[in-house]
């Protein structure tokens, strides 16, 4: 029981200390619109397999292969491909911002066939294409898995996950993603989780450092950004001067429980009406048991086997915690560790306040 308090206690003081913090930096709570990553993804093989590479399930790997060599001017036939050391792949990646023809990307290597392992292959050069079905990279180079597996006699070991690996700096930009922030008299800029108080905050704190009517809080989710005049020339820094001003984010009032693991997170902003809050926990057991009857020696009697069932009912005696009116979450803490409860507990106590109409805040199970 002292443990489950204690487990109690650690997830709500870091609520408080969360709730707490003075403020964010804009750059942590919005982005800027067009100023993102893409995704960018490619079919390719991994050649140089152990053994390991995709069987005869995986006819699309040796049409793969069938393929790439009739365009080295070597004609097969795929019917009478049977190697072992190949395997199909998907090659994922993201393009970031302002990337430069020429610059590097990290990819992630991932099978699509029935390959074993990808440990010790090369992956051959795989286009990388964006959604818009343009090439913007090309892929290439050894793999490292950061696992290993062995078979033999019948039993095997395998360290980590074995078909996905990583190649770092594997991919190369060939096409750049088209943005440019010279001349542009207005931005547009996106809070991660909307909100009209916290839309408004941030437009008075650029206003307050920019000077009036440079921003302006559109919606609970969209701030419009006017470029000074000193500044149109130079927009960079004007995104880098604002993006660091601290603003404190405002939010719902909400209560996160994870059936499943028992996780409970209290949002800084709950509150709860008058309220009294008794929890006791009742245990009923039931055992079965047989008596045996044994006849005296002689008697011409029987054994005989008789079952017993005893039943039996305990319950938890608690007192009866009283909540404030507004109470808050420090008032909460005390009276649920008042009553011993555990987390899993405190889900059935979260929802029993809901349906009393006592919660002043939503409450989400996960």
Request: aromatic share 4%; hydrophobic share 40%; proline share 4%.
């Amino acid at each position: 029981m002292r443990g489950s308090i204690c487990i109690l206690s650690f997830v709500l003081l870091c609520s408080l200390f969360a709730g707490s913090a003075s403020a964010a930096r804009i750059k942590d709570i919005a982005s800027i619109k067009g100023i993102r990553n893409n995704q960018i993804v490619g079919y390719g093989l991994v050649v140089g397999l152990n053994g390991t590479g995709d069987k005869g399930g995986s006819g699309f790997t040796m049409q793969s292969l069938a393929n790439m060599m009739e365009r080295m001017g070597i004609r097969v036939d795929k019917n009478q491909l049977k190697v072992k050391n190949v395997a199909a792949v998907m090659v994922t990646s993201e393009i970031p911002p302002f990337a430069r023809v020429g610059g590097r990307l990290d990819i992630a290597v991932s099978s699509v066939g029935d390959a074993k392992s990808l440990a010790g292959g090369t992956l051959l050069m795989t286009p990388l294409k964006g959604a818009d079905d343009n090439i913007y990279a090309i892929a290439q180079g050894p793999l490292a898995i950061g696992g290993v597996g062995a078979e033999g006699g019948g039993g095997g070991a395998v360290k980590n996950h074995l078909l996905v690996g990583r190649i770092v700096g594997g991919a190369t930009v060939e096409k750049e993603v088209p943005f440019d922030l010279d001349g542009k008299k207005e931005l547009t800029m996106f809070l991660s989780n909307p909100d009209f108080t916290t839309a408004q905050r941030v437009a008075e704190r650029i206003n307050g450092f920019m000077g009036a009517g440079t921003a302006k809080a559109v919606d609970s989710g969209t701030i419009m950004l006017e470029i000074p005049a000193k500044l149109k020339g130079n927009v960079a820094t004007f995104v880098s001067e604002i993006e660091t001003l601290d603003v404190k984010p405002d939010s719902d009032a909400k209560i996160i429980v994870n059936e499943k693991t028992g996780t409970v997170v209290i949002g800084e902003n709950v509150r709860i009406s008058k309220v009294a809050i008794s929890h006791g926990n009742l245990s009923i057991t039931v055992q079965n048991s047989q008596q045996v009857s044994q006849p005296p020696p002689l008697s011409g009697g029987q054994t005989v086997t008789t079952p017993t069932t005893n039943v039996s009912i305990k319950e938890e005696k608690q007192k009866l915690v009283v909540l404030p009116e507004s109470a808050t979450i420090g008032d909460l803490v005390k009276a649920l560790n008042a009553l011993g409860v555990t987390p899993r507990d405190m889900i059935s106590i979260f929802q029993s306040i809901k349906a009393a109409g006592a919660l002043q805040a939503d409450l989400e199970i996960i």
